[in-house]
């Protein structure tokens, strides 16, 4: 019996539901309600209320969670990736959710792939995905908002109440976010050198001004990240690297979704290896476990071999024996068929 309380607990446990176990203890079980009453009275995810034992709320809604992660790998998988992209797009912009999945998109596809995306935005939602980014970028973080100083001059008489204007600094990240889904760039070899390092410098020069300013803010920094090849790009922050000491990355390392646009340019593999893990993590959230099916679907056809041994050097751990530890039943056998074990 304790087994069988183990095994069950277990199956409900991790990312996805173990399916095979569950249905081998409903056997079991067959016209043995004790064994349920049991289970029910040693589970945590049920509590004592009155005579019976109540199913606790949080434990419904995170097993229709579980419940449905084999079925949205498998339409996600099924679907066309430019359509696949402009509803995850689409999502995120309706749904509150971080603007860094944006980036990601924008960032790591190639060009044909991000106007496809736009093609199918156009088709199934009836605007473009440049109009809706800067309306809701722009509905997020760039409200102006205003408050009243209270100062009082040398008489005791008279106050002067001083209306001052606050406009966020990241309204900025409204021409980022909008040159990164609008861009189209060259995908060939051609780097001029010489281009690449003076950009390197206005990069770095950009940092080191930003001040109290985010360096976003510098239009010199949006030019080069929303236009420049990838190519082009890396030979940049190469240059940056053995200018300044340290990796552009490590610069913007606090700095969320410039953090992320540098590191989706200038090492898409390492970027995605770090979105997997996280999704393993105690502390992770819906979103970042959701994040494991994003990569794992949209990368599995281009470069998951490469995550895959950037992962491990990263991790020191097989993504392989990462998902079979954290992830179960058919949504386990999912993953691991699209990154090919």
Known sequence: MAEEHEALTRAFSGLGVDESSLLT??????????????????????????????CEDDFVRSLKVEFARFKNITVLWAMHPWERDARWIHHVLHKAHPFNII???????????????RKAYHALFHHSIEEDVAYRVKENYCNVRTSFLFCP?????????IMKIYRPKRSMYLQLLVGLVSA???????????????????????????????????????RI????????????????NEIYGKSIEQEFADESCLGETVQCLG?????????????????????????????????????????????????????????????????????LSLVGM
């Open 25 to 54: 203890v409903i056997t079991k079980w067959r016209k043995q309600p004790e064994k349920r009453r049991g289970f029910r009275s040693s589970s945590p995810f049920f509590k004592p209320h009155g005579s019976f034992e109540r």
């Open 153 to 161: 001059t040398s008489s005791n008489s008279d106050t002067i109440w």
């Open 225 to 240: 990240l929303t236009t420049r090849s990838k190519t082009h790009l890396k030979e940049t922050f190469r240059h940056y």
């Open 267 to 335: 090492s898409s593999a390492s970027y995605f290896s770090k979105v997997i893990d996280k999704a393993f993590g105690e502390a992770a959230d819906k979103i970042a476990q959701d994040a494991l099916t994003r990569v794992v679907v949209s990368r599995s056809d281009v470069d998951i071999e490469e995550i895959k041994a950037v992962y491990e050097k990263q991790y020191k751990a097989k993504l392989e024996d990462k998902i079979v530890k954290n992830t179960r039943g058919n949504y386990r056998d999912a993953l």
């Open 103 to 117: 980036v990601e998109i924008a960032c790591t596809r190639s060009s044909d792939e991000l106007l496809g995306a």
């Open 184 to 222: 189209y760039r060259y995908e060939g070899s051609r780097v001029d050198d010489e281009i690449a390092k003076s950009e390197a410098k206005a990069l770095g020069h950009a940092i080191k001004n930003a001040g109290s300013k985010d360096p976003v803010e510098n239009y010199e920094a949006i």
